[in-house]
């Protein structure tokens, strides 16, 4: 059935309305029935922090995304935890062996020189596409504003397709306060210089979807999505769920708003 007034969305591949869903250890059979019934709303699949390093089936998962249009990569706390060891050549070993077709560049974990950061985005960006997420995992690490905009700038010119606002799983941290409400300034600051469709804001909270949709409109990219939440972050891009039920309808509807 087709409906009027329904915002019209990309279809993938596609580099805005993106949509980051967080594996966080699903099994093959899980895999397959998430993509079954939302495959074609699935960007990229982000096998989360370490998982992959001691989850069984792993290149099989991978290969299940890959076949179905979804770029697929490992968290960005596994690149550090090799980082800090000093054998990113094993890193990259090992997500080769994977076939992984993107790949997360961050120091959220970590302090890590930002040039040499940007010397990781720069080389991995030869053959994959690259992510960089900025922002500290840690709620106590304040970043200031204009470094938060200064670093995104600098990590999408050497070679990061999209950067990533931290948010973690539990959405406070990062891009949020302690309370999972969106940290407005800071986001106001990053919209000023950075093109929103380059950014994936975090966002595992359907308060904080639907603020980012209200905000910046149905073709949002959003990430660190859990998989039983891709279908319903959908229908609130659509209008098709009560939160943002009359955000993309025309002037004449607005008066059926309950009072």
Partial sequence: MKLPHIPQREEKPRERGIAMMMDKGLSLKETEGIIQVAGHLIDFAKLGFGTSLISNNVKEKVKLYRDAGIKVYVGGTLFEACAIRNCVDKYEKYIDGLDVDAVEISDGSMEMAHEKKCDYISYFAKKRTVLSEVGAKDASVETDNNMWVRHMDEELKAGSSYVIGE????????????????????????????????????????????????????????????????????????GLRGDTFFDFLPEEFQKFKLK
């Fill in 167 to 238: 948010a973690r799983e539990s959405g406070t941290v990062g891009i949020y306060k302690h309370s999972g409400s969106a940290d407005t300034g800071l986001i106001d600051d990053i919209l000023k210089q950075i093109p929103s469709e380059k950014v994936i804001w975090e966002a595992p909270l359907k308060q904080q979807q639907v603020w980012f949709i209200q905000l910046l409109g149905y073709n949002v990219n959003l990430g660190n999505i859990a998989p039983a939440d891709i279908i319903p972050m959908e229908t609130l891009r659509l």
